[in-house]
């Protein structure tokens, strides 16, 4: 292939910077001219496009965000718009496409692969949400911004002898929450894959708690969960202990990315480019027992991906 180009699109992550630095600087590597589509498939279908060099990803691997910018395009659905989209590609001689972002990105790259275009996706999302692959770019540094907030509040938990209930994001999965009430010690959490009885799992483990003495508890909910305000207002009910609901939102997904982040997103994204050198399309870079791995997007998408069952066993023994 002669010109490549990359976009991000949906949600953004922290290590997206990383993965478009890396797509750019391998394809240039390679002899490739790269473009940089902006504002996701936004961009195909408005030539919202910028030629990319070395120094045009300079000193982007440790910002959060995405310099190319993303969005959701309702009209990259249609069939019009897919149309004008590849048109684009035509135009501009675009042989071939990396795709960073989630499932919803992953189905457009599917949908210009049929259409002659091939494409490549790259999972950046920190929900780790992406069936394919055990890790996604932006995962870990949504961990550790969550760790570090919780660890904020749980000083104020702690003088005033409170429950402090915080949501985290991932959307309908429980990952970011699993993970982040491990390594703050939560009391319990709320993940939507395990039904919960608000008694059984929380109120009943405080109690028993502070029979050992302890004074102020962090429960760590699952943003697909919810409730947040109304799962305190029962646990002070039930336990008469002040407790309070924090949302932590979209503080997650910004930051600087995590070494891993940095590192996961460079090696994906070169793996990427290496694909569409070969003039291989319809694949997504996937992470599977800490190797980089590709898989038809079909495929991908008919994955499931469950919660560790037993990390929440572990989870729920240790902290007590």
């Known amino acids: 292939m002669k010109t490549i180009g990359v976009l991000t699109s949906g ?3 922290p290590g997206m910077n990383a993965a ?3 797509v750019v600087r391998t394809g240039i590597s390679k002899g490739m001219r790269v473009v940089g589509i902006r504002r996701g498939y936004n961009g195909l279908i408005n030539h919202d496009i910028q ?3 070395l120094r045009s990803v300079s000193d982007i691997i440790h910002r959060g965000g995405t310099i190319l910018y993303t969005a959701r395009s309702p009209e ?5 718009g897919m149309q004008k989209a590849i048109r684009t590609c035509h135009e501009l001689e675009i042989e071939g496409i990396v795709v960073i972002g989630g499932d919803g990105s992953y189905r457009g790259a599917r949908d210009l692969s049929l259409r002659g275009i091939p494409c490549v996706g790259l999972p950046g999302t920190i929900d780790n949400d992406i069936a394919c692959t055990e890790y996604t770019i932006g995962f870990d540094t949504a961990m550790n911004t969550a760790v570090e907030m919780v660890d904020r509040l749980r000083d104020t938990a702690q003088s005033h002898e409170r429950c402090t209930v915080v949501e985290v994001m991932g959307r309908h999965a429980g990952h970011l929450a699993l993970q982040t009430g491990i390594a703050v010690g939560a009391t319990a959490i709320l993940v939507p894959e395990i039904p919960y009885d608000l008694e059984k799992d929380v109120v009943s483990r405080m109690r028993n708690t502070q029979l050992s003495g302890k004074k102020h508890f962090i429960i760590v909910v699952a943003e697909g969960v919810g409730h947040v305000d109304q799962i305190a207002k029962e646990i002070e009910m039930l336990t008469g202990i002040e407790s309070r609901a924090t949302v932590l939102g979209h503080v ?3 930051g600087n990315p ?3 982040d940095r590192v996961t997103a460079s090696e994906m994204g070169h793996r990427a480019v290496e694909l569409l050198e070969a003039g291989i ?3 997504v870079v996937a992470m599977q027992s800490n190797a980089i791995v590709d ?6 998408l008919q994955m499931t991906k469950d919660i560790d069952k037993r990390l929440y066993q572990i989870a729920h023994e240790i902290s007590i």
């Open 258 to 260: 995590t070494v891993r």
């Open 281 to 283: 399309g319809n694949r």
């Open 51 to 53: 030629e990319m060099n």
């Open 295 to 300: 898989f038809d997007i079909y495929e991908a």
């Open 76 to 80: 990259f659905k249609t069939e019009e």
């Open 252 to 254: 997650q997904r910004g």
């Open 20 to 22: 478009v630095r890396s």
């Open 11 to 13: 949600g953004d992550a």
